[in-house]
């Protein structure tokens, strides 16, 4: 009977824990979902978002390690991210006609730093696809948005089926410290070269945004630039490290 109450107590506490964790932070989840859809159309449901980040947080909470020293929260927020992506994916929502035109671009890219031997500017990549400027930009903005999945496609290995895949989402293995496995995966590794190979104004706009957290309005604000052009700047930079990140995964 001892057992039985102390069983008993224990599921409690953990139920009482459990809940506590939700309450504290469900609002991660609202917050993730409306930043991912600042740049997603509006036929993206942000309720569905907000529903897939809760389910990452339930399953962060069910396999967290507080003897791993990392922080609840900074595992959380990577789980709630994953999550949110798995649900874009599993959408489907880019259009088959702007998928290609961003194959177009990873190509036109590839072949001007080939030639050139040094990052390749916009203009270039115009030239490159034979198009103005004007359209170039029209290509970037309707491209934006597939750029919140491209970083978590398969990229590793020859095995790319939904349960086997690698992604920098996957290299958290399950309650180990993000930020140390992160920087200790190959993937990782290979993104911060690619990412150097970037412009200086690329780079600043992606320090601004990534590690300062600033909205796209903020970032232009900074760099004395629109909302759009800034989103198209950022659009071309997750191309271009599409296109690094693909070319490396051929070479292995």
């Not at 949110?84 to 998928?99: A, F, I, K, N």
């Not at 080939?114 to 004007?134: F, Q």
Request: with cysteine.
């Amino acid at each position: 009977m001892k057992n039985a109450a102390h069983i008993a107590r224990q599921k409690s506490q953990e139920r009482s824990r459990r809940d506590e964790l939700i309450k504290k932070y469900a609002y991660l989840a609202k917050l993730s979902a409306h930043r991912l859809a600042m740049r997603l159309p509006p036929s993206v449901n942000v309720d569905d978002l907000i529903s897939a980040g809760i389910m990452g947080l339930l399953d962060a909470i069910d396999k967290f390690d507080e003897g791993r020293g990392v922080k609840f929260r900074t595992y959380a927020e990577f789980r709630i991210r994953g999550a949110m992506l798995d649900e874009l994916r599993s959408m489907d929502w880019v259009p088959r006609s702007v998928r290609k035109k961003v194959q177009e671009i990873e190509k036109a890219v590839v072949k001007v730093e080939k030639r050139e031997n040094r990052p390749a500017d916009a203009e270039e990549i115009a030239l490159e696809l034979g198009v103005d400027m004007e359209t170039y930009q029209a290509m970037l903005s309707k491209a934006g948005g597939i750029e919140l999945v491209s970083l978590d496609e398969p990229l590793w290995g020859n095995d790319n089926t939904k349960d086997r895949r690698r992604t920098h989402v996957d290299l958290l293995q399950d309650g180990g410290d993000p930020n140390q496995d992160l920087m200790q995966s190959e993937f990782q590794q290979v993104l911060a070269q690619s990412i150097g190979t970037l412009s200086e104004k690329e780079q600043q706009i992606l320090s601004l945004y990534y590690k300062e957290e600033l909205t796209l309005k903020e970032v232009g604000e900074v760099m004395g630039l629109t909302e759009s052009r800034i989103c198209q700047i950022h659009t071309q930079c997750m191309i271009k490290l599409r296109a690094k990140l693909k070319a490396q995964e051929a070479r292995m």
